[in-house]
């Protein structure tokens, strides 16, 4: 795979990243419940540093190039899993923090206006509506073949 041409391309993408997040944290859910937090803080810690070192372990063995170790791994649960499984866990734990009550905004979350509004304005073009978007697709435009 080559270097996409427009540096920002990647942006186009994290509607599709976060959705799948959303779905597949909502799957795990009916199967596993929050057993991920059964054991408090230390042991969500050590289920989130487990996947670290995992995936830590995938990619030394490529001279530390993500990009070619998800290229390169054909297998069924390869280093792009181990990156899904990491990034819901930390989405879980600031989840359950908000949850608690815990209110405090990123630096980099201080746009005016919802970022859908303020991505398409960024972008130039529409961008994926999931709460319009039919069971199964996407609606809207976004990504590369829009």
């Not at 942006?11 to 597949?24: A, C, F, K, M, R």
């Not at 960024?122 to 999931?130: L, Q, S």
């Not at 978007?133 to 976004?142: C, E, L, M, N, S």
Request: aromatic share 8%.
């Amino acid at each position: 795979m080559k270097e996409c041409d427009n540096p920002s391309e990647y942006l186009s993408h994290v509607p599709e990243v976060t959705t799948g997040d959303l779905n597949g944290l909502l799957q795990a859910e009916k199967s596993y419940g929050d057993s991920w937090k059964i054991r408090g803080g230390i042991g969500a810690f050590m289920m989130m540093a487990r996947k670290w070192d995992r995936l830590e372990k995938r990619v030394r063995v490529m001279g530390w190039d993500v990009f070619r170790a998800i290229e390169e791994d054909t297998r069924g649960e390869g280093v792009i899993d181990d990156i899904r499984d990491l990034r819901r866990y930390l989405v879980l734990v600031e989840a359950e923090m908000l949850s608690r009550g815990f209110s405090r905004q990123h630096r980099d979350n201080s746009l005016s206006e919802p970022v859908p509004d303020a991505y398409q304005k960024y972008r130039g073009k529409e961008v994926i509506n999931m709460a319009k978007a039919p069971k199964g697709g996407k609606g809207g435009k976004g990504g590369k073949g829009s």
